[in-house]
């Protein structure tokens, strides 16, 4: 295992940390044993972000034993990190705006019988990527709202090659990122999707191993498309299991019996939060 490596734990500040955070955070710390170990607030969410939550969030790693390099960097302050990425790609030819709802979509699928399904369901069916510039400069131009996808089969023509990634539990792969369609990179009032403001951060920060949860293995395929178009370092990932509640689903935020400020007050102690993880020493 490589010991000198860049990681990073990035929570959002909308809700208490629960186990399946704290083991994420631990997981990430571990494998920068010897090099550094970084938090990032993902705090783009304006509407769900709360003060509480982000105080909370340094609380409950501190209670935890875990130490972070100095600052803390936040999503919320690098908005123009974002437009410079949404502007390489635009120049590129790869983004076209989409004057599509949400209902719309879901009527377009449910006329369509058998959609393509992605990762996350049935994928966008393309309505906007047609259209001309003149009308989409129009509708812009009257204040309607739009969102900006990546034509993702475009975007796999200009690279025109194969392209790889690591991960270091499952191994090699090779990107396939048409299975999410073409995704949405930002919205309104959303400066940058996940998938477009993961890959600049890390990037910003020089993650050498992206640590995080197995169910977000496929959004790789999609990442590392981003990556080579944007002309940055390739890290290496690690995906890692997921800690899941007596019915055998992901733990959420909203599951506060598992919160690890309930569990505090209920008595337990970081050790034994460790131990239950799989962490002790």
Known sequence: MTRDDITRFAPSPTGWLHLGHAYAALFAAERAASGQFIVRLEDIDGTRVRPEYDAAIFEDLTWLGLQWQQPVIRQSEHFQTYREGLAKLEQQG???????????????????????????????PGNCRSRSADESAERIATGEAYALRLNVEKAIQLIGRDLLW???THGQFQATPAIFGDVVLARKDTPASYHLAVVLDDARQGISLVTRGEDLL?????????????????????HHRLILDDQGRRLAKRDQARALRSLRDEGWTAEQVKRELGFAD
């Open 166 to 168: 690591l991960d270091r």
């Open 218 to 238: 496929p959004a790789t395929h999609l990442h590392r498309l981003l990556i080579e178009l944007l002309a940055m370092p390739v890290p290496e990932w690690q």
């Open 94 to 124: 790869l983004l076209y705006p989409c004057f599509c709802t949400r209902r719309e979509i879901q009527q377009e699928i449910a006329q369509a019988g058998n959609a393509p399904q992605g990762p996350d369901g049935p994928l966008y």
